[in-house]
C-alpha cells in the first residue's frame, strides 16, 4: 500500500522468514520470566514442578511429595483441539502451540477453521508471502462476530492473497510425496488442495485428564471442563478454577481476570462473580476486530428501547489521513444512553474498545462520553461521534417544538 503515500518501494524487497520467527523466538524468550520459577520463588512461593493430581478432598501429591491444602485452585488452562480427519495426524499438522517452531516459511499454507486463530494467521503468512486457503465449514469468517464486522475482515484478507473458502467440509488427508493434499467437498463439488503444511485452529480443549479430579470430588466434562459456580468454586467448595479450564472465554486477559476473582473469594472470604465482568476481546487481524457486551442480536432482546449507533471510520478525519476508511464503530445503548455492547473494526481497535469496556464497567453513560474532549485528529474519535450521534436522538419532536417556541420568544 506504501504507493498510496508516496512512497516507491524498489522490486526486489522481500521478507527474511527465519529472521522474523528468530525475532520472535527472542522476545518470548525475554517475556517468558514474568512466568517462572525464579519469579514465584523470589516472591516466597513454593513451586513444585511435576504432574500433579488430586489424591483427596483436601490433598494433592507431585513429584512425589504429598501435600495438603485449605483451598486450591485449578488452572491448568487447555490445549488445541484435534479434528478427526482421516490422514490428518498423519500429516504432521500444525496448531498454535507449534506453528510458532517453523524456520522456513510453507510455500503454500492450508489452514482449518476460520475463528480468531485461523484468520490472524492465515493473514500474516499470506503477508509473508505464502499461497494460503482458508477452510470453514460454517457459512463465513469469525463466526460469534457481528457479520458486518466479519464482512470487512473477509475482504482484508482476500485482498492480502487469502483464498476464502467456507461451507466446506473436509474429507481426508492424503499424504503424496512431500505434498499434503486436503480433499474437501463445498456443496456437491469436490476438490484436492495441495499444501506444504496445515495449520488445525479450530478451538481449544480444557486440560483435565489426568488430575484425580474425582478423587477431589470436583465434577468436570471432558469437552467443556470444571464445573464452577458464579463464585469460580467447583462442586468441592474448597478447591476454585479459573482460565481456560472452566470458562467459555479462553482468553488471557480473562484468565487474569477470574484468578483476580479466585484470589478474593478464596483468601479474603469475598463475594464477587464471574458474571459480572465486562469482557472485552479482539480479532489480531489488519483491521482488527474488537467486541465487549452484548451483540447486536442479543440488544434488541433487551427492547424496543434498545437502539444501535453505527459511524464509520469513512467519516472520522484521521482515518482518512491514514487511509484506513474501511472500518467502523456500532455501539448499543438503552433509551438512558447505558452502554450494552460495541463492535468496532480498525486498525486499533483492540486498544480503541477499552474506552468502552471501562464506560460499562464504570456504568458511564452516551452522554458522558458526548462530553468528554478527545484529542484531534485521533482515530478515538469515532467514540465521541458515536456518543454525539446518541445526543441527537435525545431531541425528540416534542423537544424540538419546544426549543422553537422558546426562540421565537426570544426574537
Known amino acids: 500500500d506504501a504507493g498510496r503515500f508516496g512512497v516507491n518501494v524498489p522490486e526486489g524487497a522481500s521478507v527474511d522468514f527465519s529472521a522474523v520467527m528468530d525475532r520472535m523466538r527472542k522476545l518470548r524468550a525475554g517475556i517468558s520470566p514474568h512466568d517462572s520459577v525464579q519469579r514465584f520463588s523470589g516472591l516466597g512461593i513454593d513451586v513444585y514442578l511435576g504432574q500433579a493430581m488430586f489424591t483427596g478432598r483436601d490433598t494433592v501429591e507431585v513429584a512425589g511429595k504429598k501435600l495438603r491444602f485449605a483451598r486450591a485452585c485449578i488452572a491448568t488452562g487447555a490445549r488445541a483441539t484435534g479434528l478427526p480427519i482421516p490422514g490428518l495426524k498423519e500429516a504432521g499438522a500444525l496448531t ?8 522456513e516459511l510453507p510455500k503454500r499454507l492450508g489452514v482449518i477453521g476460520a475463528g480468531p486463530i485461523g484468520v490472524e494467521m492465515a493473514q500474516a503468512f499470506a503477508r509473508f508471502g505464502s499461497e494460503v486457503t482458508l ?9 460469534r462476530e457481528d457479520r458486518d464486522a466479519a464482512v470487512v475482515v473477509r475482504e482484508a484478507l482476500i ?15 492424503v499424504l503424496q510425496g512431500n505434498e499434503k493434499v486436503i480433499r474437501f467437498k463445498i456443496g456437491s463439488e469436490c476438490r484436492d488442495l495441495p499444501v506444504d503444511e496445515i495449520l488445525v485452529s479450530v478451538g481449544r480443549a480444557p486440560n483435565v485428564d489426568g488430575l484425580g479430579l474425582e478423587a477431589a470430588g470436583v465434577v468436570f466434562d471432558n469437552r467443556v471442563g470444571v464445573k464452577v459456580n458464579d463464585y469460580l468454586q467447583t462442586s468441592n467448595p474448597n478447591i476454585y478454577a479459573a482460565g481456560d479450564i472452566c470458562f467459555p472465554y479462553k482468553f488471557t486477559h480473562t484468565a487474569d481476570a477470574l484468578a483476580r476473582i479466585v484470589i478474593r473469594n478464596a483468601l479474603f472470604f469475598g463475594r464477587a462473580r464471574a458474571s459480572a465482568l465486562t469482557i472485552p476481546w479482539c480479532t489480531y487481524s489488519d483491521p482488527e476486530l474488537a467486541h465487549v457486551g452484548l451483540s447486536e442480536g442479543e440488544a434488541k432482546k433487551q427492547g424496543d428501547g434498545v437502539q444501535t449507533i453505527r459511524v464509520d471510520l469513512s467519516g472520522v478525519d484521521r482515518s482518512i489521513l491514514d487511509g484506513e476508511e474501511e472500518g467502523f464503530l456500532k455501539v448499543h445503548a438503552d433509551r438512558k444512553g447505558r452502554i450494552l455492547g460495541a463492535t468496532m473494526v480498525a486498525r486499533h481497535a483492540g486498544d480503541m474498545i477499552c474506552e468502552l469496556s471501562l464506560a460499562m464497567t464504570a456504568g458511564i453513560r452516551l452522554g458522558k462520553l458526548a462530553e468528554t474532549i478527545h484529542p484531534y ?3 478515538a474519535e469515532v467514540i465521541k461521534k458515536a456518543a454525539d450521534a446518541y445526543a441527537r436522538t435525545r431531541l425528540t419532536p416534542g423537544i424540538q417544538r419546544v426549543f422553537e417556541k422558546v426562540m421565537r420568544w426570544r426574537r
Do not use: A, Q
Open 96 to 103: 498454535n502451540e507449534t506453528l510458532f517452531s517453523l524456520t
Open 135 to 143: 477452510l470453514e465449514n460454517m457459512h463465513d469468517i469469525l463466526g
Open 159 to 173: 485482498r492480502d492473497g487469502v483464498e476464502v473458502n467456507c461451507s466446506c467440509e473436509i474429507e481426508k488427508v
Open 377 to 379: 485528529p485521533t482515530h
